[in-house]
């Protein structure tokens, strides 16, 4: 089973709350496919073990420009919220993704739905 990381969000996943996520990359997920959802994926120190947070199988994949979190203010709040932080407001989101990625706002990227379905 594919690792995904949320170093980020670790919380929110353990929690449940976090239902979509934005990622670089990922671009053959496909519906329907399981994914181990891990704290940290990368850059573990020798001897260090993943930590497993759950399984979460993949309910949707779009591509999509960030700066749609801007222009529809309902649904900027509405992704923020699923995204795990309920009290970001979609710009405060769009910064710290551009930021921690080292990207532009234009950029699209995909948006991942997932459902929880072991903890």
């Known amino acids: 089973m594919r690792l995904m990381s949320f170093s980020l969000t670790t919380e929110q996943m353990r929690r449940r709350e976090k239902t979509v996520t934005r990622r ?31 399984v979460v199988r993949v309910a949707s994949v779009t591509k999509e420009p ?9 649904y900027g709040r509405a992704e923020v919220i699923k995204e795990g ?18 990207i532009d706002r234009a950029r699209r990227v995909n948006r991942i739905e997932l ?3 072991e903890s």
């Open 66 to 74: 960030l700066t749609k979190l801007l222009y529809d203010d309902a």
């Open 115 to 117: 459902e929880h379905v």
């Open 24 to 54: 670089l990359g990922w671009d053959s997920l496909l519906p329907g496919q399981l994914l181990c959802a891990v704290e940290k994926g990368m850059g573990l120190k020798k001897g260090e073990a993943v930590k497993r947070i759950g």
């Open 85 to 102: 932080f309920p009290d970001m407001t979609p710009l405060a989101f769009v910064e710290m993704f551009c930021q921690h990625n080292k």
